[in-house]
Every structure is written in structure tokens, then in C-alpha cells.
């Protein structure tokens, strides 16, 4: 059974994450803004899950970075322990909205990359603290390659994917196993007016690959699996052909 | 966000915007849909402001009593979500559709029925609280002793009153998640409807179908379905499996459905049931969705769609009027792919629930040129036995014939003008039907 901190859980991909670790009886701490939000999501695995689960609600905001040490605190203490700390939370905007509006821009570069990092670090001290444990965080298959449509979340992503790879080269043999998961297109409130591509994805299939990757320990995922293949052909991609196509 | 094609089950659709926010308390106030397996025009929006919400991702279970099953929840849970979360522990919703793929919302906002009409009655009849918007932009609850009058035009109200936001009712303690099932071939419509109806006092779900093709001394011949949840020294300890679901590969090309190929079809199924009676145990899936096997089955009918057509036949139509409707029906030569007949209790007291004491009868028609003068046609003949259609299947039938069937209708209206004057919870089906603006 595991003790798992969800920043992130209340809504997409996280919510349906949550919902399969307390499915199984795993103790889930939502972490998130907005105590009503976060109370209901808490209902909600609380019903869901096998009877006796125990789940809680830590209030915890990413634009936050000093709520970051305790929030994992408080999970810690209300699950009695934790071993596995995971980050869904994120923030996207198109393109065009970040470069119209460069506050904007700052909002979404240091979220999704700056206190993604300080979060994960605070995340790094605990599990360590506590000999070892996992830490999965969302980075993105825009993170692979710079592209035109996600120029500046795609280079969050990439800050955040290259943290990650280096956190584990380091600290795997410490037991800290660190998860990167890298969804493509999923159907969630976050993509929610965009175009739908080809091979987009459901957070219930997402959360079934990234639950298996986790109990594995699996460096990286792409979720749903399609995606490995389709970032290999758009990385094998010469740049003049990469500079022509529109994604 | 650009306009895109928004359906109805049957595949009539409008251009529009269809918003599927995370958090329901912050959308316009305009019509709300859930899974979209209404028939006709119910979930669509107006044609001139064509925006709807949908429901789907507001679907968190908010509290959830062990001990007495009482639940509440987001109106975006889909009735597959629950069952596959609280079947396994043992309870069930208190009344089913032939489809999992409906959401808390769409349950009440048509009322819904099941199997089991003839002792439980509509899904709305066991709601104990409603959360909702109104027009006015006040969140407030009702319920059978609260805001009664808006609770009853919402129940069965195709969301015309206000947005659904949050539902509490008991879920009910089963035995075992397995059926026990009797089935029945019986040779004509007469014996269909005495059977249906010898076995209601003595069986909690009842339904069948009926082969709606041949005429004569064996129309309406057909298999009578019965059953109870098995006891668990008879069922199996093992949990039944979710059935594979394989999707309907493409959309079917407009001949695949012809009075040849439905001819077949009805009659590999009656003879398929070779003993006259079968009984034994079988899979709630089975028992209760068998359509669901089949993802985008609607495919089936090709681009132009299908209609379901359903009415109540009142028992004070006395003897025959399920073999009268059929009589129509036949010398129209409207082929149906599938007829389901069920005999429906108690009428609720919500203000347009469907169901009456009576029989139910449901039919799919592909759509063709001539739909709208068949349904027409059958909508005159159930007129005229005192009978009502469903909402929720209807996409063809005419005001006047709805208003003459239903006398309940002003003070449905009446209620509705009070909480929304502006009619700002309007769909094309509204449109059609109670004459509001486009
Ligand atoms: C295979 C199949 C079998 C079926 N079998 C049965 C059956 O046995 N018995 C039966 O009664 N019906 C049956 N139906 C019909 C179905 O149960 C109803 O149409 C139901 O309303 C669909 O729910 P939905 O979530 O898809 O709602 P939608 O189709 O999306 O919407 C239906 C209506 O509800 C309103 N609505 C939805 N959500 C809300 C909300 N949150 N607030 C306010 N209004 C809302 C919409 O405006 C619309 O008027 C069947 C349908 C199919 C496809
Ligand atoms: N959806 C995709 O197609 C896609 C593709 C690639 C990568 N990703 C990445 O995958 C992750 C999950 O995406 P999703 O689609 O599941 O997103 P989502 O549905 O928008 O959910 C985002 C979650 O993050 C939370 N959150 C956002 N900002 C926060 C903040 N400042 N503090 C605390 N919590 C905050 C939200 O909580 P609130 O309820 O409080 O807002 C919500 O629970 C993100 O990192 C995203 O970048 C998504």
C-alpha cells in the first residue's frame, strides 16, 4: 500500500490518478488551491475508494512555493508516512495568448518550470529523508522539441523533463526513483476548445499507464503509449521539414 | 472555440459550440447535456444561439453512505462510472436505462425508466435533493418537500427549468451483481401483453422484444424477458465481467438497413430462442445494456440517422391497442430494426414524466423521406387511444400533436415561465415544441 501526495488531483489527469490509487486502497492527500475544489475532489475519493481508505486534503498552491514544504509536510503527517509524491499541476496558454501578454507568459514559465522544480525539490528532501520513495511529475511530449504552436510551454516542459532526467541519474541509487510522465494530446478542462490531433487520449487511459509506470519505476512515460512513436518521427525530423509543417 | 456538429443518439445534429468545463457552477446559463443519448433534439441547442454545456466533467461522487447508500454527486457521473465503482460493493441505482452511458443529470431531467417501471417507477421518484441554477443565476436545492413545484418540472423537464448541478438518492442493496433470468418466446402480440402483465406481480424487472415485421395471426411475436437478482447460493462468487466492447467500425452505408436484412434479423432472433422458455443466470451487463457491447451502434443507420419512436398505450384503451399500434405500423410497412414492449405503472407526479399505466412501446426507424408522414401517422393513432410519446426519443413529432396528447403540458409551462421568463434554458427540441424563439 502506498502513501501518495497528489498536487493536482482535483481535476484532468490527476483527478483520474487519484482515483485509481485510492481505488486500489492506497492513501491519497489531495494537494491544491481553492478549499471547496479540493474538499470535493477529497468526497470523491473518499466514496470511490475501498472502504478505509484514508484520504486527505492539505491546502497547497503552485504559484506558492513557501506553501510547497507544509503541504508535503502536512500529507506526510495525516497519511502517517508518504512514498510517493506526485505533480499533475500545471498551467497551459496558447502560443499566440503568451505572446500577447507577457505576464502571462511569466505566470506559465514559472509554474510549469521554476516552482514545478522548487516543488520537486522540496519533494527530493522529504522522500530522501525518509529513505527513498517515488516522485512523478507531468512534463510533456511538448517538451521534446521545440515546435510553433507551444514555443514557451514547450520550453518549460523541456526544463522540467531535463530536471527530471538528471534527478534520476542522480539519486535513483539513494532510492529516490523519479517519473516522468509525458502526455500528448488528452482530452481534459486544459485542452478543452483546442483542436483535437490524431491519437488524443482519455485521463482515465493516461492514469492506467502513469499507475503501472509508477509501481514499475519507469524513468519516463509517454501516455497513451502511441506517443513514444509519434515524438520519434517528429524528433527524426530535419529542421527545414520541421520549419514547413504547422506543429 | 469554432462552431462544430452537435448530435443527438439518433444522429440529428446542430452546429454549435458545446463548452465541457471542470467546474459547472461557472458556465452561461444555457442548456446543459450530459452523454448525448437522447434521441431527437432534446440535448441540442437553439439554432440561433447554438451553445450547450456539457456535463461529462463534473463527475465526483460527493458523499456516499455505507450503511444506508444514500450518494450524491456531480450531475456529469454517468451511470457506467457508478456501476463499475459501487456494483462490486454490492448496490445498484434504483432505476437503470438500457444504457450506461447516461448521466445523473440526463436520468432525471427525462425521468427515466427501466425494467423495473412496473414496481420502482421512474428514476426521478427515488431523487431526494436536486442542486441547481436558475435562470436567474440563484444556486439553490429542491426536492419532493423543498421547492416542490420547480423539483417536479425539473424531474422529467428536459432541462428546461435549470441547470442540474448536483443529484442525492439512495443507491439500492442487491444479493448478488447476478440475474436470474426466465425467458419466454411467445407466438403473437395478445399473448405478448397478457404475459408481460401475468408476470409483474410476480417479477420485479420485466421487458422484451418483439418481431414488428410479420404480420397477421403471428404479429408481434416475440421473447419476454424476466428477472430478479440472484440469491447468492444460486449466482456465481466470482464478479461478472465487463463485456469487451468492440466499436461499430464505420458508418453504414444507407441500403445495410432494408426490410430484408431487418426481416432477418428478427427472425434469427426469435428462433435463436429454440426451448419456449430458458432460464438461468446471466450477467447484469447482458441483462441490462446489451446495446452497450457495441460502441457508436447509432453508426449503423449511416448519416441520415434513426428516430426512435415511443408511446404509451393507456390501459383505458382498453384490450388490443398494443396490436392496433401495430396494425399501423405494419400496414405503413415501417420496418424496425427493434421493438420494445414493457408495461409501465404508476404515473409520477412529475409534471411531464413519460410513463403511465399502460404499454410501452419503442421503435427504431432509420430515417427516410417519408419519417416525418410515418410518425405523424402513428402520433394520430396514439392520439387517439389516449396515449403520450417520450421527449427523450422524439425528433419528428408535431406541436399540436404533443400539445393534444398532453394536459399536463400548461402547467409544466406555467411553472417553467415562472422560473425562467426569458427562456434562457431553451433546445432545439423546445424550439420545435413549445414555440420558443430559435
Ligand atoms: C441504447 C439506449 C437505451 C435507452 N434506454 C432507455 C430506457 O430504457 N428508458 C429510458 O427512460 N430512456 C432510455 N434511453 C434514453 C436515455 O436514458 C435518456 O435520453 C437520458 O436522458 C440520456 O441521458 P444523457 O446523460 O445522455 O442526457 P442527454 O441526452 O445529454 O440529455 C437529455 C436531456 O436531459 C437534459 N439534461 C442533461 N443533463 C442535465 C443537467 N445536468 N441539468 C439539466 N438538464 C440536463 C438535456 O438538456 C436534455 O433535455 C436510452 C437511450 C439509449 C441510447
Ligand atoms: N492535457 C493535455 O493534453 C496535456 C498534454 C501534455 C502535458 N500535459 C500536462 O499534464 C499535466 C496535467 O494536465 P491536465 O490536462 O490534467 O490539466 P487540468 O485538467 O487543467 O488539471 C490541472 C490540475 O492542476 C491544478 N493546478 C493548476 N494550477 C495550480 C496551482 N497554481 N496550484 C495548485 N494546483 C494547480 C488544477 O487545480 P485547480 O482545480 O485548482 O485549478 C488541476 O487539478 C499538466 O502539467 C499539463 O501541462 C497535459
Known amino acids: 500500500m502506498k502513501r501518495v501526495a497528489v498536487l493536482g488531483a482535483t481535476r484532468g489527469m490527476g483527478r483520474a490518478l487519484a482515483r485509481r490509487f485510492a481505488e486500489r486502497g492506497d492513501f491519497v492527500a489531495v494537494l491544491g488551491r481553492g478549499d471547496d475544489e479540493v474538499k470535493r475532489s477529497v468526497a470523491d475519493l473518499e466514496a470511490r475508494g475501498v472502504p478505509g481508505t484514508r484520504v486527505v486534503g492539505v491546502p497547497c498552491d503552485l504559484e506558492q512555493p513557501e506553501s510547497f514544504k507544509p503541504a508535503l509536510e502536512a500529507a506526510e503527517q495525516r497519511l502517517d508516512g508518504l512514498d510517493t509524491v506526485v505533480v499533475t499541476a500545471g498551467a497551459f496558454a496558447t502560443q499566440e495568448q503568451l505572446e500577447r501578454d507577457p505576464a502571462l507568459a511569466a505566470k506559465v514559465l514559472t509554474v510549469d518550470f521554476a516552482n514545478t522544480v522548487l516543488f520537486c525539490e522540496e519533494a527530493r528532501k522529504k522522500l530522501l529523508m525518509r529513505g527513498g520513495g517515488t516522485l512523478c511529475a507531468f512534463s510533456s511530449v511538448a517538451g521534446d522539441r521545440g515546435r510553433s504552436p507551444v514555443v514557451m510551454y514547450g520550453a518549460a516542459k523541456a526544463g522540467l523533463s531535463a530536471y527530471l532526467e538528471g534527478l534520476d541519474h542522480k539519486y535513483r541509487r539513494e532510492g529516490l526513483v523519479t517519473v516522468c510522465v509525458k502526455p500528448g494530446f488528452v482530452r481534459t478542462g486544459m485542452t478543452d476548445g483546442l483542436k483535437t490531433p490524431p491519437f488524443a487520449g482519455e485521463p482515465e487511459d493516461v492514469a492506467q499507464v502513469v499507475l503501472e509506470a509508477i509501481d514499475a519505476g519507469t524513468p519516463v512515460v509517454y501516455a497513451p503509449p502511441v506517443w513514444r512513436a509519434v515524438m520519434t518521427a517528429i524528433k527524426a525530423m530535419p529542421r527545414f521539414v520541421m520549419r514547413r509543417v504547422k506543429f | ?438
Open chain 2, 1 to 438: 472555440m469554432t462552431d462544430s456538429r452537435i448530435e443527438g443518439w439518433g444522429r440529428t445534429a446542430v452546429q454549435g459550440k458545446e463548452l465541457q468545463p471542470d467546474n459547472l457552477e461557472q458556465t452561461p446559463p444555457v442548456l446543459f447535456r450530459g452523454l448525448g443519448r437522447s434521441y431527437g433534439d432534446s440535448s441540442l441547442p437553439p439554432s440561433a444561439n447554438p451553445v450547450v454545456v456539457n456535463t461529462t466533467r463534473a463527475n465526483r461522487m460527493l458523499a456516499f453512505d455505507g450503511s444506508t447508500g444514500l450518494l450524491r454527486a456531480e450531475a456529469g457521473l454517468s451511470l457506467l462510472d457508478l456501476n463499475r465503482t459501487l456494483l462490486p460493493r454490492g448496490w445498484f441505482v434504483p432505476v437503470t436505462p438500457g444504457t450506461q452511458f447516461v448521466t445523473l443529470g440526463g436520468a432525471v431531467a427525462a425521468d427515466v425508466h427501466g425494467k423495473n417501471h412496473h414496481v420502482d417507477g421512474c428514476f426521478g421518484a427515488h431523487v431526494r435533493r436536486l442542486k441547481m441554477r436558475v435562470a436567474d443565476g440563484r444556486v439553490l436545492e429542491c426536492g419532493p418537500d423543498l421547492e416542490r413545484e420547480l423539483f417536479l418540472a425539473t424531474v422529467g423537464g428536459m432541462g428546461l427549468t435549470g441547470q442540474i448541478l448536483e443529484v442525492e438518492f439512495p443507491m439500492v442493496r442487491i444479493p448478488t451483481p447476478w440475474i436470474w433470468q426466465e425467458s419466454e418466446r411467445v407466438s403473437d402480440i395478445d399473448e405478448y401483453v397478457e404475459k408481460l402483465k401475468e408476470a409483474a406481480p410476480k417479477w420485479p424487472m420485466t421487458v422484451g422484444w418483439i418481431d414488428c415485421l410479420t404480420p397477421g395471426k403471428h404479429m408481434g411475436r416475440g421473447i419476454l424477458m424476466k428477472g430478479r437478482w440472484a440469491h447468492s447460493h444460486e449466482a456465481p462468487s466470482r464478479f461478472p465481467s465487463e463485456p469487451p466492447n468492440v466499436a461499430f467500425p464505420i458508418e453504414a452505408p444507407e441500403w445495410l438497413l432494408n426490410p430484408l436484412s431487418i426481416r432477418a434479423f428478427n427472425f434469427a432472433f426469435y428462433w435463436k430462442h429454440l426451448p419456449r422458455t430458458m432460464s438461468g443466470i446471466v450477467s447484469p451487463f447482458s441483462f441490462f445494456w446489451p446495446l452497450d457491447f457495441v460502441k457508436g451502434w447509432n453508426r449503423m443507420y449511416g448519416r441520415r440517422g434513426f428516430t426512435q419512436y415511443q408511446c404509451v398505450l393507456p390501459n383505458e384503451a382498453g384490450p388490443g391497442a398494443a396490436r392496433r399500434f401495430l396494425d399501423v405500423l405494419t400496414r405503413r410497412g415501417g420496418a424496425s430494426f427493434l421493438c420494445v414492449i414493457k408495461d409501465c405503472g404508476p404515473e409520477s407526479a412529475a409534471l411531464l414524466s413519460f410513463p403511465r399505466p399502460g404499454i410501452s412501446v419503442a421503435l427504431d426507424i432509420a430515417i427516410r423521406n417519408d419519417t416525418q408522414a410515418l410518425v405523424d401517422e402513428l402520433n394520430e393513432h396514439v392520439l387517439k387511444e389516449g396515449g403520450r410519446i417520450y421527449l427523450a426519443k422524439d425528433t419528428f413529432t408535431r406541436p399540436e400533436h404533443f400539445h393534444a396528447m398532453e394536459p399536463r403540458l400548461p402547467r409544466f409551462l406555467e411553472v417553467r415561465e415562472k422560473w425562467d421568463p426569458q427562456h434562457r434554458f431553451r433546445s432545439a427540441q423546445s424550439v420545435r415544441l413549445f414555440g420558443d424563439a430559435p
